[in-house]
């Protein structure tokens, strides 16, 4: 398989990196990159195996393994079941006097060493982790914001779609299919390859290539060109030694924009069905980026959430019912109300929490400070002390506050 030529720009050595005025072009380029990567992590069409099949086998060439045979499933939850029908593990069929990893230890180690490589070309500013809080100060700035503000095309890239993908695509959908495969199984699969959440690695380092900024070793642009036919082709799969298990994609895949993102990152949500689904029926709820049992989506009732011990479930399960429909269903005690001083013009409201949840905590009903996209203002419930029984003190609790410290607030968010 042989490498996509690259951008002309992108065949000398990099004039871009570590420059305090990345070119915008560039940057707009990249973004547009990720947006492609994205789409392609979130696919639902069903996987073209001749290509699949193709990246796959030229992977095993790379590493001095032969040719697998391929098993295909219609979901990652099938993929145990078939492993175990034809008594398939990691290291299955590889000889162990050759003293060698299997095939997906020699294809994970071949891919580490590439992304290393290719990271050193790119330069030192590429970890988005040295620096945590650096990090997390700069993600709430748009890309043409931060190229204002003078930073590094490298960070740029890291925020706008290194870190963008993967939010989406590996602690999003990636986290979602993960519960399919209970972890028993999982650990008896061995290494799993997310195929096209993969992209979430992938579309960074296309970025760099694609849109000039960054050339990269022959080798390893022949290797991201086998990655990502990969991503483009494919759900998750198993090297399972000289078989490989592959799992078709999903058919349902349901995303929202992640509020407040600045570099569209997607969370999994659908408000009436599952958020995410297979071929053979196997799926998962998601509201608003919280995985949740079926019944949150399909048939919230008070009973039910009175029942919960998870406290996120719960609030999921809540807003999915409506808090006036809960609190009408549940006839909770209203211990106060007063008017928002952090928030004017709505209302705070302290109620006794359900007998089911104990006496540990009352509920504050207030409104969010920020508008949401549809223009509206969110009502939230608060978990607070029982023994607050002033509205005011319990939303200056929340804060750290006194209520009289509350109180003083010009406004909250």
Known sequence: MSAVSTLPAAQRRTSFLGSTIPPSEHIVSAISLRDEWVRHGLCTEPSDRPTTEAAVTELY???????????????????????????????????????????????AALLSASR???????GPGHDPWRDQLRMAQIRIQSAEALARNGARIE?????????????????????AVRTLVPHAARDALGIPWYGQQEAHRIGYYDAFRRAGIAAFRHDDLALLDV??????????????GQVCVMAERPTTLHTEPTPNSRHNEQRLHQSDGPAL???DGTEVFVH?????PEWVVLDPTAERIGNERNIEIRRCAIERLGWDAYLDQAQLTLVGEADDPGNP????????????????????????????????????????????DNPVDAAGWTYGLSGAQYA??????
Do not use: K
């Open 61 to 107: 060439r790379l590493v001095g393994a032969p040719e697998p045979e391929f098993v295909w499933v219609p979901s990652p939850s099938a993929a145990p079941h078939a492993a175990a029908e034809l008594g398939l593990d990691p290291e299955s069929w590889w000889p162990r006097a050759a003293h060698r990893l299997p095939p997906s230890g020699r294809i």
């Open 116 to 122: 290393y490589r290719m990271d050193a070309r790119i």
């Open 155 to 175: 960070v740029i890239l890291d925020v706008a779609v290194r870190n963008s993908l993967r939010t989406t695509l590996f602690d999003g959908v990636a986290t």
């Open 227 to 240: 990655q990502s036919a990969l991503a483009q082709s494919t759900g998750w799969w198993w090297a399972l």
């Open 277 to 279: 689904g297979f071929l």
């Open 288 to 292: 608003h980026g919280t995985i949740v």
């Open 345 to 388: 013009g709505s209302a705070l409201q302290l109620y006794d929490s359900p007998s089911e949840w104990g006496r540990g905590s009352r509920v504050l009903l207030a409104v969010n400070g920020s508008v949401e996209r549809d223009g509206q203002r969110r009502r939230y419930g608060l978990d607070v002390p029982y023994w607050i």
């Open 408 to 413: 003083q607030l010009v406004r909250r968010t």
